[in-house]
């Protein structure tokens, strides 16, 4: 499986995006496929994950609310619509592909496949 994101870009606080994350190279049925953002001097964080096969979904506290996962099954991508954006939102944003179990989605050592991010600058 790979993962290519893109959909970044330099948006006014308050403003919108779309990153988008298109996978290639296998069946997705067994994966769950995640959005992670890691700002200048701060570590990897969880954003919002999805269920590439039958649902669930999660989002982290910061974004809840202001984030919408989706996924497209005919252009094998998955969506992260963020609204309301807020300069602290301005970091690089990685697509990331898993088969860990639920309880473990969050954390980003379970990821095997990472796209290559895309920048995402909030200005304020």
């Known amino acids: 499986v790979q993962l290519q994101a893109s959909g970044g870009g330099l948006v006014q606080a308050g403003g919108s995006l779309r990153l988008s994350c298109a996978v290639s190279?296998?069946?997705?049925?067994?994966?769950?496929l995640g959005w992670f953002r890691q700002a200048p001097g701060k570590e990897r964080e969880f954003v919002s994950v999805?269920?590439?096969?039958?649902?669930?979904?999660r989002y982290a506290d910061s974004v809840n609310g202001r984030a919408t996962i989706s996924r497209d099954f005919a252009k094998n991508t998955v969506y992260l619509q963020m609204n309301s954006l807020k300069p602290e939102d301005t970091a690089v944003y990685y697509c990331?592909?898993?088969?860990?179990?639920?309880?473990?989605?969050?954390?980003?050592?379970?990821?095997?496949?990472w796209g290559q991010g895309t920048l995402v600058t909030v200005s304020s």
């Open positions: 990331g592909a898993t088969r860990v179990v639920w309880g473990e989605i969050e954390n980003q050592k379970h990821y095997g496949v």
């Open positions: 190279g296998g069946s997705l049925s067994s994966y769950k």
């Open positions: 999805i269920r590439w096969s039958g649902g669930g979904i």
